[in-house]
């Protein structure tokens, strides 16, 4: 009988230490679960923070680069202001100089400022010296007027190589180019304009307008009011590369 007692023993040994596992596999799940709605919870939290509740909404990032330039810029806050959009201006250094309180109307405004270099020049064909020197200048630029520092380069003409990315690299900067160009740098008429980006805009885009042409201010209106009523979501630049993340996130089953 007394291999009977030990079996008996033994196997309440083991459904005592199943018991244990059990406990540690059930808080487990716990905690798995409450993790995953942290952080579902979190990014609720930051799409309701950007005005958009459903986060499967079309988002896009308009851009004006090439400004302020007065009697446009100041125009363009105008036209977003009225409809409640929010855009990046890739500014110039050497306009901004000279049109400082521009620079501070769209900052203020709460658009986010993005370096376009000093002299709007191809920066790929400088030296490493001059190439700091266009960023570096339009920076301090920046910082002066705005009191905050920009986090997006936008290279002229969307030219860059190995010593621009490692430029941007060490002063902290994202190289930004653009998905839909609507080329309204050759002052097509405000229709082509607009049937361009009506017709092209999808999901994420980053588009390109630039501010000192007429027949965008002319465009812009109806582009907006098309697009919000597609249902698109308009944010900045930084934001919406935020948001392709926390997607990326979601979407990789995290
Ligand atoms: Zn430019």
């Known amino acids: 009988m007394m291999w009977m007692m030990r079996m ?10 199943l ?35 459903d986060e499967n909404h079309p988002v896009v990032a ?9 009697g446009y810029g100041d125009k363009i806050v105008e036209i977003l ?25 769209e900052f203020l405004a709460g658009h986010e400022i993005g370096n376009h270099t000093y002299s709007d020049t191809r920066i790929t064909s400088l030296s490493e010296k001059r190439a700091i020197e266009e960023i570096k200048k339009t920076q301090d630029l920046i910082k002066k007027i705005t009191g905050k520092r920009s986090r997006l380069l936008r290279p002229p003409g969307g030219h860059y190589n ?15 180019l653009w998905t839909l160009n609507p080329n309204d740098i050759v002052s097509p008429p ?7 980006v009506v017709t092209k805009i999808k999901d994420e885009d980053i588009v390109i307008f630039h ?5 965008t201010l002319e465009a812009l209106p109806s582009i907006l009011r ?29």
Do not use: C, W
């Open 62 to 70: 308009f851009t004006f680069d090439d400004g302020p330039h007065p």
């Open 81 to 105: 202001k009225k409809e409640g959009v929010r855009a990046t201006f890739f500014v110039v250094g050497k306009m901004i100089k000279k049109y400082p309180e521009l620079l501070k109307q």
């Open 162 to 176: 190995g010593m621009i990315v490692d430029i941007a690299g060490r002063y902290g900067y994202k190289i930004v």
């Open 211 to 215: 501010d000192g042409i007429d027949s």
């Open 8 to 17: 008996i023993q033994f196997v309440r040994v083991r459904l005592e230490a």
């Open 226 to 254: 098309k697009l919000k009523e597609k249902g698109f979501k308009f944010v900045t630049v930084s934001e919406l590369l935020e948001m392709k993340r926390e997607r990326l996130y979601a979407n990789s089953g995290h």
């Open 190 to 196: 405000a229709g082509k304009i607009y049937e361009d």
């Open 19 to 53: 018991q244990r596992y059990k406990v540690i596999i059930i808080l487990s799940f716990i905690m798995f679960f409450y993790f995953v709605n942290r952080v579902s919870v979190n990014s609720d939290i930051k799409f309701s923070k950007l005005g958009i509740e």
